[in-house]
């Protein structure tokens, strides 16, 4: 069997990992497929960087491909993706798999003030002196947005990402390359050190970036949480590696 993995998460690693584990990539053509905005991974299968624009689109590589199976690893806010993924897998006539980690919930002594809209999020941030943004890239209008909002009140603002930002960052904010997982005490230090009193994240889950809720929370922060897109739903989803991975053992073999 052929079968596609939309990655870029380490989740979607995990999975390579679990496939290769269980023996299944002997026998099995695994192509593994990000879009190499941090880092090409070294993982024993395929692997594939740069999106799918420049091969004819996705539904034309699932047919090149003779693809059979999809599976959808990208981050729960990778909307566009996940959606194109499913129209595609449709198209193709193969099944569309989704895997996504469970979403955080607020806990005692968490101050979280939800919102779905982020637009709406970025609106309500006037009346704080310093933010952490842990949301992911930003848009110019994004930025120029919370420029102005800095210059009239003197806010502090701080945008961790992995990837450098894609757009063009002004003076009032400043920007941290970081790679999780993060541990507790990574965080109480750095929302420490800009006193922060703002913490922005959308709720994407799992364990690798979650210290920083767990540091807001003793520290007292606040935090805005950008709740997760509604996505057409998939063939079948998981939340935990280990049954998707028997899930696809069991697929290829019943297939065979």
């Known amino acids: 069997m052929n079968i596609l993995l939309l990655?870029?998460?380490s989740d979607a690693r995990k999975l390579v990992q679990a496939?290769?584990?269980?023996?299944?990539?002997?026998?099995?053509?695994?192509?593994?497929?990000?879009?190499?905005?941090?880092?090409i991974p070294e993982l024993p299968c395929e692997v594939i960087s740069g999106g799918f624009s420049k091969r004819g689109g996705l539904t034309a590589y699932l047919d090149a491909g003779q693809i059979d199976l999809?599976?959808?690893v990208t981050h729960p806010f990778a909307c566009q993706m996940s959606t194109t993924a499913l129209t595609s897998a449709r198209a193709r006539g193969i099944p569309c798999w989704r895997f996504h980690r469970e979403p955080w919930q607020a806990g005692e002594g968490d101050r979280w003030r939800l919102f779905s809209d982020w637009q709406?999020?970025?609106r309500a941030t006037r009346d704080y002196r310093s933010?952490?943004?842990?949301a992911g890239q930003l848009t110019q209008a994004?930025?120029?947005?919370?420029?102005?909002?800095?210059q009239s009140n003197a806010q502090q603002q701080v945008l961790r990402t992995a990837a450098p930002p894609q757009a063009e960052l002004h003076s009032a904010m400043q920007w941290l390359k970081a790679i999780g997982p993060f541990r507790l005490e990574q965080e109480r230090a750095l929302l420490q050190q800009y006193k922060t009193d703002l913490l922005?994240?959308?709720?994407?889950?799992?364990?690798?970036?979650?210290?920083?809720?767990?540091?807001?929370?003793?520290?007292?922060?606040?935090?805005?949480?950008l709740e997760r897109p509604e996505l057409p739903p998939a063939d079948r989803l998981?939340?935990?590696?280990?049954?998707c991975a028997a899930a696809v053992a069991a697929y290829c073999h019943n297939t065979d």
């Open 131 to 134: 933010i952490l943004l842990t």
């Open 7 to 9: 990655g870029g998460t």
């Open 19 to 39: 496939l290769d584990q269980s023996g299944l990539l002997a026998s099995h053509r695994l192509i593994y497929s990000v879009a190499g905005l941090v880092r």
């Open 200 to 225: 922005i994240s959308k709720n994407s889950g799992g364990a690798a970036t979650q210290a920083k809720l767990s540091a807001a929370r003793e520290l007292g922060i606040e935090v805005f949480m």
């Open 142 to 150: 994004d930025i120029d947005w919370l420029a102005a909002q800095a």
């Open 238 to 243: 998981f939340h935990t590696i280990e049954r």
């Open 70 to 72: 999809l599976l959808d």
């Open 120 to 122: 709406a999020l970025l």
